[in-house]
């Protein structure tokens, strides 16, 4: 192999390897959660609302029979975070 051929080989390489990390930062973050009663039960149909202080948006979820909650993929910036349940009759 000439030396031209394994520069170029190398240099392709080194791309990869460069550019694979970059390729995984979203530049945010996730939030997951299970909402328990005082007994450590798991709380169901549960309402969580996370609001970013910076664009004003508000993204709800609803926790699941486990008490489970999650929002992905949330941009970085300062939020909130509230949760509600309906009284049951």
Do not use: C, W
């Amino acid at each position: 192999m000439s030396l031209k051929i394994k520069l170029l080989f190398s240099l392709a390489i080194l791309a990869v390897a460069i550019a694979t990390p970059l390729a995984a930062q979203i530049g945010g973050g996730s939030i997951v959660g299970t909402v328990k009663d005082p007994t450590g039960a798991p709380v169901p149909d549960v309402q969580i609302t996370v609001h970013s202080q910076e664009t004003n948006e508000e993204r709800t979820a609803t926790t699941n029979s486990d008490g489970y909650y999650e929002f992905p993929l949330l941009p970085s910036s300062p939020a909130t975070q509230s949760a509600t349940r309906k009284a049951s009759s």
